[in-house]
């Protein structure tokens, strides 16, 4: 982000004067006119460069904007992590849950772990895959699949057998 540009058109802005200066001294209409090109052309340089200054500020605006939008998501995030806690669901498989007494008013709900370490809420969803043997979490967010009941391997490996 180019922030020297203000201070170019300022510096543009100087030189003109100084030929105005100039200008002011001249009786001879060739010299008047030869200078008042070379002022036309500074005057040019120094709207450009105060539209680009223009442009960065605009630049800058927008990016305070953005962080602004971003620290108050993550002072929300602060507050919400603190109502939750990492709780194992058995055979290694690991998701947030409200800590005891933090519930609120939402009902019964576990957040997916990936998620949360990336400041994200998602709610894991039940399914049940080929009905009764696959019982999972699935997050819709990052599309994690945690295994609760029944076993994955006979549906990877084709063996269920149909009661
Ligand atoms: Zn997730």
Not at 103 to 127: D, M, T, V, W, Y
């Amino acid at each position: 982000m180019d922030l020297s540009a203000a201070g170019a058109a300022l510096g543009s802005l100087k030189t003109a004067f100084d030929i105005l200066k100039t200008m002011a001294g001249l009786r001879d209409a060739n010299l008047v006119r030869e200078k008042a090109l070379e002022l036309q052309g500074v005057i040019y340089s120094a709207q450009e460069r105060a539209l680009t200054s223009q442009a960065a500020q605009s630049a800058l605006v927008k990016r305070i904007d953005d962080l602004e939008t971003e620290i108050t998501r993550l002072k929300a995030w602060d507050g919400e992590k603190e109502r939750y806690e990492l709780k194992s669901l058995g055979a290694g498989v690991f998701a947030y849950a409200p800590k005891p007494g933090m519930e609120g008013s939402e009902p019964e709900h576990k957040l997916c772990a990936n998620c949360f370490q990336h400041r994200e809420k998602s709610i894991l969803q039940q399914e049940t895959r080929h009905p009764g043997r696959v019982v999972m979490l699935v997050c819709s967010a990052c599309h994690a699949e945690l295994v609760i009941a029944g076993a994955r391997t006979a549906e990877v490996s084709g063996m269920i057998r149909r009661p």
